[in-house]
T-cell receptor, first 113, second 112 residues
Framework: DGGITQSPKYLFRKEGQNVTLSCEQNLNHDAMYWYRQDPGQGLRLIYYSQIVNDFQKGDIAEGYSVSREKKESFPLTVTSAQKNPTAFYLC????????????FGDGTRLSIL | LAKTTQPISMDSYEGQEVNITCSHNNIATNDYITWYQQFPSQGPRFIIQGYKTKVTNEVASLFIPADRKSSTLSLPRVSLSDTAVYYCLVFPDSNSGYALNFGKGTSLLVTP
């Protein structure tokens, strides 16, 4: 989706290092989400945020942290506590109101050096 | 969120119509049915969404029977570029920031 920008597209992390993945949306969407996808698998929810300065843990939040200081931005930090961080990370956003689907960015692929 | 079941994979030839059926036996009254398409190394792309009967757009049609316990995504005259993973999801009609429950989807392979 052109309205959701994830950067960088590829990212490499050294052992014991924290890295931050960027997600920016210009769609004026209220809710934003982070998912993780492993090869051949579906998406699993890490964190989501319905409004600024508020966020909730998803199914696999351990080893990750987020912030939502601005409506358009929802960065994800992969901490050294995440022992298996190699994956494809997807950010999504959704307009407030009922019956609105989520729209996704094109992902960041994180690998361990 | 309601659990969905769909075939792991399907094969088709170019120019054929492809129908992918998804079962969602425990769908709730206020749940909507949504389908996404995902290409390798890209984010899922919204295809179509419906509540009941039939919905059609420029890309696909979605058929939902009266009991809403299943739905069928229909792709007319597929091309090689329709090779992708297709996800069926059910989510509530709600203002809250629901999270989607993606399974493994259906991997569609279109060949010449």
């Amino acid at each position: 989706d052109g309205g959701i920008t994830q950067s960088p597209k590829y990212l490499f992390r050294k052992e014991g290092q924290n890295v931050t993945l960027s997600c920016e949306q210009n769609l004026n969407h209220d809710a934003m989400y982070w998912y993780r996808q492993d090869p051949g698998q579906g998406l699993r929810l890490i964190y989501y945020s319905q409004i600024v300065n508020d966020f909730q843990k998803g199914d696999i939040a351990e080893g990750y942290s987020v912030s939502r200081e601005k409506k358009e931005s929802f960065p994800l930090t992969v901490t050294s506590a995440q022992k298996n961080p190699t994956a494809f990370y997807l950010c999504a956003s959704r307009q407030g109101g009922s019956n609105q689907p989520q729209h996704f960015g094109d992902g960041t692929r994180l690998s361990i050096l | 969120l309601a659990k969905t079941t769909q075939p792991i994979s399907m094969d088709s030839y170019e120019g054929q119509e492809v129908n992918i059926t998804c079962s969602h036996n425990n769908i709730a009254t206020n749940d909507y049915i949504t389908w996404y398409q995902q290409f390798p190394s890209q984010g899922p792309r919204f295809i179509i969404q419906g509540y009941k009967t039939k919905v059609t757009n420029e890309v696909a049609s979605l058929f939902i029977p009266a009991d809403r316990k299943s739905s069928t995504l229909s792709l007319p005259r597929v091309s090689l570029s329709d090779t992708a993973v297709y996800y069926c999801l059910v989510f509530p009609d709600s203002n809250s920031g629901y999270a989607l429950n993606f399974g493994k989807g259906t991997s569609l392979l279109v060949t010449p």
